[in-house]
C-alpha cells in the first residue's frame, strides 16, 4: 500500500512540475511577474523564493498545482507593476503562456520514448497462434501461424498495429474486415467478424483478447506477480512468485483458461497445485465473488504475468540513431495522444462505458503496478500519463487551459475579451464538471476495489 501511494506521488509530481514549469517559463519570456509557483495543494512543506521575489512551494495534497502571475486589478498604479501583468500582455503571448503546460507535457513524453528508442525498438509481428477454445476467431477460421496484414483499411506491421485498431472497432456495428495470410505465403484471404455495439458496455475492453487473438509464443507456465491485500489468494497462502501448475487437475493452464475457471466458480471451491522455491504444494480456495458487467465472476484477487518465449521470427529489432529515434519518440507521442482523443470521444458518444473512467486510486494502482514491474514500463507510464494530462488541459473547460485558450482565441479574432460575467460564469461551471467527474471516477475506483 505505501509502495503504491508513493509511486503514485512521484508521478503526479513529476507530470505535474512539468506542465506548471511550462506555464512559468512561458510567462516569464513574455515579462510576467511570477507571484508563486506551488506543486500540491493544501499547507506548505516546503517553501522558498527566488531573487525575482518568486515563492516556490510544495503542498501535502499533491492532486495539482498553479503558477500564479501579477493580476492587474491587484497591482499599485505604476507602470512597471502594470506592464508585468498578465492582462495587460498580448492576446497572443497571454495564448501562448496558458498553451505552454500541456505542450511542456508533450516534451517530457517525447524525451522519454526518445530515451526508450535509443536503446533499439523491439516489436511483435503481428503473428497470431492458436487461437483461444471456444472463441470468435477459432469460430471465424482464424489458424495458428496467420499473419494479419490489414484490418479494414489499416496496414498492420505490429501486434501494438492490431491493437490499436480494433480500440477504434469498440461501439462498432457490421463487419470487421481482417485481411490475413497463412504461414507467411503470398496468399491473402478475408476473414469478417460482424459485430454489435462492439464491448461499448465492457468496463476494461481487450479487443483482441475478446475476440481470442494472441500473438504466437512459446508458454512455460504462469506466474503470480501480485496478491491483493485481504483477497481469498492471500488468506489461502498464495504468494508473488508463485509458478501455478494446475488448476482442477488441468495442467499446465494458460493464462485464459485460468482465469475462465476462476471466474466461473464464484463462491466455489478450486484447487491449486503451485510451485515455490522448487517445493509443489496444493492448495483448496473458494474464489470471492465480483460484480462485472452487472454478472457474477469469481474473483481471487492475483495478477497473473504467463511465461512466455517467442520464436525469433516473431522479433523485430529497430536501430535508431539520434535523430530516427527523436523521430520515432514524436511519432509515439502523436499515435499515444491520438489514441487518447479517441478514447475521449468515444467516452462522449457512449461507445465505451464511462465505468472505465479512473481517478486518483485508480492512477495510483496503476502507477504501482507499472513500478513493480520495473524502471522502464514506469517511466513509459509517466509518459502516457503526461500526454493524458496535456490533453485533459485541452477541453474546452473554462477552469481548464484550453478554456481559457477559447477565450483568448475569441480575443484575437473578434477584437475584445469575453464578458467578465461570461468568464465567472464559466468557472463556476467548470469548476462543478470537473468536481462531478472526479467523483464520479473515484466511485467507478471503489467500486473496482469493493467488487
Known amino acids: 500500500m505505501m509502495t503504491t501511494i508513493f509511486y503514485f506521488i ?27 509557483f506551488k506543486i500540491g495543494f493544501g499547507r506548505d512543506l516546503f517553501v ?26 491587484a497591482v499599485s498604479k505604476s507602470q512597471d507593476d502594470i506592464k ?22 508533450m516534451i517530457l513524453a517525447v524525451l522519454i520514448f526518445w530515451a526508450f528508442f535509443l536503446s533499439g525498438e523491439k516489436t511483435l509481428e503481428p503473428i497470431i497462434g492458436s487461437p483461444n477454445p471456444d472463441s470468435v476467431a477459432m469460430e471465424k477460421g482464424f489458424e495458428d501461424g496467420m499473419r494479419i496484414n490489414r484490418i479494414g483499411k489499416t496496414e498492420i506491421q505490429s501486434w501494438k498495429d492490431i491493437n490499436r485498431t480494433l480500440f477504434e472497432y469498440i ?47 512459446d508458454q512455460e507456465g ?72 452487472d454478472q457474477q465472476t469469481g474473483f481471487l484477487g492475483v495478477t497473473l504475468s504467463p511465461n512466455v518465449s517467442y520464436p525469433e521470427y516473431m522479433i523485430k529489432v529497430i536501430e535508431h540513431n539520434i535523430f530516427s529515434a527523436l523521430s520515432a519518440a514524436m511519432s509515439q507521442t502523436a499515435e499515444t495522444s491520438g489514441f487518447i482523443v479517441s478514447s475521449l470521444i468515444k467516452l462522449l458518444v457512449g461507445d465505451i462505458s464511462a465505468k472505465n473512467l479512473s481517478g486518483p486510486i485508480g492512477i495510483a494502482k496503476v502507477a504501482g503496478d507499472s513500478a513493480e514491474s520495473g524502471v522502464l514500463i514506469f517511466m ?55 468536481l462531478t467527474l472526479m467523483v464520479y471516477a473515484t466511485m467507478n475506483d471503489i467500486m473496482r476495489l469493493l467488487f
Open 10 to 36: 512521484i508521478t503526479l509530481f513529476v507530470v505535474i512540475t512539468i506542465h506548471e514549469y511550462g506555464h512559468f517559463y512561458v510567462a516569464r519570456k513574455c515579462g510576467v511577474k511570477v507571484i508563486r
Open 48 to 73: 522558498r523564493s527566488d531573487e525575482t521575489g518568486t515563492l516556490f512551494s510544495i503542498g501535502w495534497i499533491p492532486l495539482g498545482g498553479y503558477v500564479q502571475m501579477l493580476d492587474e486589478k
Open 84 to 105: 508585468n501583468a498578465f492582462q495587460t500582455k498580448s492576446p497572443f503571448s497571454r495564448l501562448l503562456i496558458v498553451l505552454a503546460g500541456p505542450f511542456a507535457n
Open 171 to 217: 461501439g462498432h456495428n457490421g463487419d470487421i474486415q481482417f485481411w490475413v495470410e497463412k504461414n507467411r505465403s503470398s496468399d491473402e484471404s478475408m476473414i469478417s467478424v460482424d459485430v454489435q455495439s462492439w464491448l461499448s458496455e465492457a468496463s476494461e475492453p481487450m479487443p483482441a483478447r475478446e475476440l481470442g487473438l494472441n500473438p504466437k509464443f
Open 222 to 293: 504462469i506466474q503470480i506477480i501480485k496478491v491483493e491485500d485481504g483477497s481469498a489468494a492471500e488468506l489461502s497462502g498464495l504468494k508473488k512468485g508463485d509458478k501455478i501448475i494446475s488448476i482442477n487437475a488441468h495442467e499446465n493452464p494458460s493464462l485464459e483458461s485460468f482465469i475462465k475457471l476462476v471466474s466461473e466458480n464464484g463462491n466455489s471451491d478450486i484447487t491449486i497445485t503451485y510451485g515455490r522455491d522448487e517445493i509443489e504444494n496444493t492448495i483448496v480456495v473458494t474464489p470471492n465473488v465480483k460484480i462485472n458487467d
Open 380 to 434: 513509459r507510464f509517466i509518459a502516457v500519463l503526461s500526454i493524458m494530462l496535456g490533453i485533459m488541459n485541452l477541453l474546452p473547460i473554462p477552469i481548464l487551459d484550453g478554456g481559457q485558450a477559447v477565450y483568448l482565441l475569441y480575443e484575437i479574432f473578434v477584437g475584445r475579451p469575453v464578458p467578465e460575467g461570461v468568464q465567472n460564469f464559466g468557472m463556476r461551471f467548470g469548476v462543478f464538471v470537473l
